[in-house]
């Protein structure tokens, strides 16, 4: 069984930042492409961010170029990281990590298999 497990999150300042982190055992879902959603009240969820296996392969939704940065560990543990850095207000929501076993990355919340419990960040001014 796949657990996504999510760390990170919290209250912090405009401007500010935050690291998320997403890891599952690389045993149970190999070669997995792993993505950051988030999902605003009354708000439809929405992809931030998504890697593939290699991490060579990387997109970002326009709101967050230039400010997230998605990263990755590949072990016995894999491990997907979120730096946001410089957050603003409307980035406040709440995260959710996600992971498929394909080669390409997508951005389609569909398209993921497997996801985590979602972690709060909320930005204050």
């Known amino acids: 069984q796949v657990q996504l497990v999510e760390t990170g999150g919290g209250l912090v300042q405009a401007g500010g930042s935050l690291r998320l982190s997403c890891a599952h055992d690389?045993?149970?879902?190999?070669?997995?492409?792993m993505a950051w959603f988030r999902q605003a009240p009354g708000k439809e969820r929405e992809i931030v961010a998504a890697?593939?296996?290699?991490?060579?392969?990387?997109?970002y939704a326009d709101s967050v170029k230039g400010r997230f940065t998605i990263s990755r560990e590949n072990g016995e543990k894999i491990t997907a990281y979120l730096q946001m850095r410089s957050l603003k207000l409307h980035d406040t929501a709440v995260y959710y990590c996600a992971a498929r076993s394909a080669t390409a990355v997508v951005t389609g919340a569909a398209r993921y298999d497997y996801w985590g419990q979602g972690t709060q960040v909320t930005v204050s001014s």
């Open positions: 890697i593939d296996w290699t991490g060579r392969s990387t997109y």
């Open positions: 690389g045993r149970t879902l190999k070669n997995s492409n």
